[in-house]
């Protein structure tokens, strides 16, 4: 980000009781450098204070088309930013959105700003869920606009289900990525629905070990996170990750390897992409122990191994349509393109991420470089970088191969 001149970013603030985690987005904005003007509705104000977002964001806080009038801020506001930031998107403010409203401050912004705006829905879920809302959000996501999906938890009172506004620091990672797409940032996923993989499997020894790997998660994570920030519909199976859930993200927990295969083949219908980024044992022991496996008249001199189903090959060979476009990811320790060119044969994928581990290098980093194998023959090298470069260059990888279908 560019110190001497840095990103505008709005952000507006709908009246929804979630309004007081929007504090939180607001400092992770500030904090990071970029200069804030909080736009929020009369009603938000109710929720949260002018004093807050004034204090909060060093600047003085625009509620009213008639405030400052000779700095024509119902124009220029919008004209100004590289980012609009809407959360909480009340289902409300959604439709005057999606209609072109313009009755205040923040929808007349909304109609004038022509760089990359993301909404933040929070609402109950029979807010949600109304053919109404999901029709506005489907208007606003044709119009190039990113709709979050919102988080499942608690809701206002004791009321659980989606609807729940998605962690901050996970907002902030979502408006972080549009920026590094810049002023020409598009929703190129608009539409699409992806389904991504990450984590490792644990194949139970008994009730206490298991066999595993080192995948931290960071890169499907990464993935998924970017994809739903590009404007895809984005399910993500995780396999024993400690991460916080990407915001606008579906999240199904997995364990071993055989839960990883019905929750893909649960959720390949109608996906546009698989991006298989986990990393799933080969082998599980052929029979788990139901107690603790103790030292001594009990103890296994060996365990015997039995081959885990081949979720990538299984996809590949029983693809449900001609145009699903299926990238697997290979984790090598030596002889890295000879060994990945073999397995994007045997697989039969359409790309293969080949990338070297060991001795620090991707698992449990924030940062990997690899070679993205075509089936086509190709090869494109993605430089050493974060894991959110690497997933940006594989869905531009991704993105020309569903253009062409």
């Known amino acids: 980000m560019n110190r001497d001149n840095p990103p505008e970013v709005v952000l507006g603030v709908g009246a929804g009781i979630a309004a007081y985690k929007v504090c939180e987005l607001l400092r992770d904005f500030t904090e990071s450098g970029h200069r804030v003007r909080v736009v929020p509705t009369a009603d938000a104000l109710r929720f949260v204070g002018e004093p807050t977002w004034a204090a909060l964001s060093g600047r003085p806080v625009a509620t009213g088309v008639w405030d400052a009038v000779h700095e024509v801020p119902h124009v220029r506001i919008g004209q100004d930013a590289d980012l609009v930031f809407v959360a909480p998107a009340t289902a409300d403010l959604l439709a005057r959105a999606a209609h072109g409203m313009a009755d205040d401050l923040l929808s007349n912004t909304l109609l004038t700003a022509r760089c990359p705006i993301v909404f933040a829905p929070a609402m109950h ?14 208007t606003l ?3 190039g606009a990113v709709v979050l999906e919102p988080a499942a938890g608690r809701l206002t009172g004791a009321d659980t289900g989606r609807g729940r506004l998605p962690d901050p620091r996970e907002l902030f990672a979502v408006g972080r990525r549009v920026l590094r797409r810049g002023a020409a940032a598009e ?18 020894i008994d009730p206490v070990r298991f066999l595993g790997n080192r ?22 199976a995780s396999a024993n990750v400690e991460l916080p859930d990407p ?6 927990r997995v364990g071993s390897a055989r839960e990883m295969r019905e929750a893909v083949l649960a959720e390949r219908e109608g996906v546009d992409a698989v991006v298989m980024a986990a990393a799933v044992a080969d082998f599980r022991p052929a029979t788990s122990a139901e107690g603790k496996i103790k030292k001594g008249e009990d103890q296994p001199a060996t365990i015997a191994l039995t081959e885990n189903p081949d979720i990538l090959a299984e996809l590949t060979h029983n693809r449900v349509n001609g145009h699903q476009v299926i990238v697997g990811f290979a984790a090598e320790t030596d002889h890295v393109l000879e060994h990945g060119r073999a397995k994007l044969a045997r697989k039969g994928c359409d790309l ?24 086509d023959g190709s090869a494109v090298e993605i430089p050493y970088g974060p894991k959110e470069d690497l997933a940006d260059r594989v869905w531009d990888l991704v993105g020309d191969r569903l253009a062409v279908v």
């Open 352 to 375: 293969l991420v080949v990338n070297q581990v060991g001795e620090g290098r991707a698992f449990g980093s924030q940062d990997n470089q690899a070679v993205a194998l075509g089936g």
């Open 247 to 252: 915001a606008g993200v579906e999240v199904v």
């Open 215 to 236: 995948s931290s998660g960071r890169q499907g994570y990464a993935l998924a996170a970017t994809a739903a920030a590009r404007g895809a519909k984005v399910v993500l």
């Open 141 to 143: 996501r044709s119009r």
């Open 187 to 204: 929703t190129d996923l608009a539409g699409r629905r992806v389904l991504v993989t990450a984590g490792g499997t644990r194949e139970d």
């Open 125 to 138: 879920t029979e807010m949600w869920e109304h053919p109404a809302t999901r029709a506005n959000v489907e």
